[in-house]
């Protein structure tokens, strides 16, 4: 059982830049994949960015080269730096987690979610 807190949303200008951080709680954190989605208004919620247990990063095409994930076990944080925000980036951001051998990038593989951190991008 794991239990996610995001932070570090709020209202950035286009190119503009934020960092979220997903804390959690447990002591078996670095054995957890974990991810960042965004649900737009309207819109189904869509994977992001994540980070399996190894290190390794995987972006969505719409944010590749824009934002970066990472982790710091030591401090059972995973992050989310975003740069050259754009309005389309507006969205509800959520950390989620697996401990399962599923695929990072779909949505019914992670079985914990944060409550949400809301991003917004003003044009």
């Known amino acids: 059982q794991v239990q996610l807190v995001e932070s570090g949303g709020g209202l950035v200008q286009a190119g503009g830049s934020l960092r979220l951080s997903c804390a959690a709680s447990g002591r078996t954190f670095s054995s957890y994949d974990m991810a960042w989605f965004r649900q737009a208004p309207g819109k189904e919620r869509e994977f992001v960015a994540a980070?399996?247990?190894?290190?390794?990063?995987y972006y969505a095409d719409s944010v590749k080269g824009r934002f970066t994930i990472s982790r710091d076990n030591a401090k059972n944080t995973v992050y989310l730096q975003m740069n050259s925000l754009k309005p389309e980036d507006t969205a509800v951001y959520y950390c989620?987690?697996?401990?399962?051998?599923?695929?990072?990038?779909?949505?019914?593989?992670?079985?914990?979610w944060g409550q949400g951190t809301q991003v917004t991008v003003s044009s």
């Open positions: 980070i399996n247990r190894s290190g390794y990063p």
């Open positions: 989620a987690a697996k401990d399962n051998l599923f695929t990072v990038v779909r949505l019914t593989s992670f079985s914990y």
